[in-house]
């Protein structure tokens, strides 16, 4: 997948300079970084009738507090500037910067969205049970993730330790069945939501201030052996990787479509009066090989409906939030979100273009996650990050699959 950024997209993110200093919040045009702090000094953003204070901050968290409307007002004038040559002084190659976590991740919440990939996990996990657990065609899942461990794209993963299961008892030692999960997320904006008083889901839209890319790496051996009954935890809370880029809701308009039919029909506060996913193709690189390609379309549970019911008991929803999907597999083979479906959990490992196999990752594996409309014109932020050796006192080396 090539282009998706231009005048039709112009995500925002934040930068630091080449000596490390910040360097505030940007958007990105083509393969430019057009820094917003030059523009609004000059007051060529005036137009945006935004404080000097969200314009010249490090990064997005005082726009994400504005709302949807802010960052929507703020593209418009970015772009106007972009059409007459006006932001020509603010632009930089995206390769001279370094790209920062674009905005302080609040509450992270993981959901189970996926019909396809719930179903597979379940007949891997629970082979002698039924697939789906009794609540899944009821309610969107989740579980909380940990916001102090969401990186940035490009950031190196260390390979986790844990428990794992074996013959005997469980060993604690570096994961030897590390894998992706290939996502989306959405960014909550606007003014945090007051505790006791949930947010209708026709409300909810206006609180998605953008969509990022989302890798929530997953150690499946600790995975399996600890979440029962209550769910991830050291398996999942080591990493989760994001796009450097927030792609506003707007500029996803061309891609929403109708979403999946339910069945039985959600409980009234998850039926929203326009419906809506989104049309994403999306694909997965293993150190540069296409190893996995499908589209967001078919997600089960929808995004309005995973943060209106996230919000139905009362709980909060304040800016910075983070809500990922989980894993979004289709049901065609090769369509799979993550290596524990495309390898049926190892029994039937990848071959990869130069005859290497792959289970699971080994150290020094590169992973990158891509999509982008149909159409080609608007792309989300890859997300890479390599899998690096765990260094531990007593850990073994570095893994392969023959370990």
């Not at 010249?56 to 007002?73: V, Y």
């Not at 986790?160 to 008892?169: L, M, T, V």
């Amino acid at each position: 997948m090539t282009g998706g950024y231009g005048i039709e997209n112009l995500p925002l993110g934040a930068f630091a300079e080449p000596s490390g200093a910040p360097g505030g919040i940007a958007v990105r045009f083509e393969d430019d970084c057009v820094a917003l702090r030059p523009l609004a000094a000059a007051g060529l953003l005036d137009d945006a009738g935004l404080p000097r204070s969200v314009l010249e901050a490090d990064n997005l968290d005082p726009l994400l507090a504005a709302g949807r409307a802010a960052g929507a007002a703020l593209r418009e004038a970015v772009a106007d500037l972009l059409h007459d040559g006006r932001a020509d002084r603010a632009r930089r190659p995206i390769g001279s910067v370094g790209l920062l976590l674009p905005f302080t991740v609040g509450d992270y919440v993981d959901f189970f969205a996926s019909l396809e990939h719930a179903t597979n996990v379940g007949r891997l996990f629970r082979p002698d049970g039924e697939a789906l657990p009794a609540a899944w065609r009821h309610l969107p899942i989740a579980y909380h993730g940990r916001a102090g461990t969401v990186v940035v794209s490009g950031t190196p993963v260390r390979r986790p330790a844990g428990f794992r299961p074996g013959d005997g008892a469980p060993a604690f030692g570096p994961s030897r069945a590390l894998d992706f999960e290939l996502e989306l997320g959405v960014v909550a904006g606007g003014p945090a939501t007051a505790v006791g008083e949930p947010l209708g889901i026709d409300d909810v839209a206006e609180r998605i201030f953008g969509v990022v890319l989302v890798n929530d790496w997953s150690a499946r051996d600790i995975q399996r052996f600890e979440y029962v009954p209550l769910g991830p935890f050291l398996g999942k809370s080591f990493a989760t990787s994001i796009s450097a880029w927030v792609v506003g809701l707007d500029a996803l308009d061309r891609a929403r479509v109708a979403p999946v039919t339910q069945d039985p029909p959600p409980a009234p506060h998850l039926r929203p009066a326009d419906p809506w996913a989104l049309d994403l193709d999306l694909e997965v690189l293993l150190d540069g090989e296409r190893i996995s390609a499908g589209n967001a379309r078919g997600l089960y549970w929808t995004f309005p409906q995973q943060l209106a019911h996230a919000a139905s008991n009362g709980a909060a929803i304040r800016p910075g939030d983070l809500f990922a999907s989980g894993t979004v597999s289709g049901a065609e083979r090769g369509s799979e979100g993550c290596l524990l479906e495309l390898t049926h959990n190892g029994a039937e490992p990848l071959v990869l273009a130069g005859g290497a196999e792959r289970s699971f990752l080994a150290d020094g594996d590169r992973v990158t996650l891509r999509a982008r409309t149909a159409d080609g014109t608007v792309a989300l932020g890859d997300v890479t990050g390599m899998v690096v050796q765990n260094e531990r006192e007593g850990a073994p080396g570095a893994l392969s699959q023959d370990d």
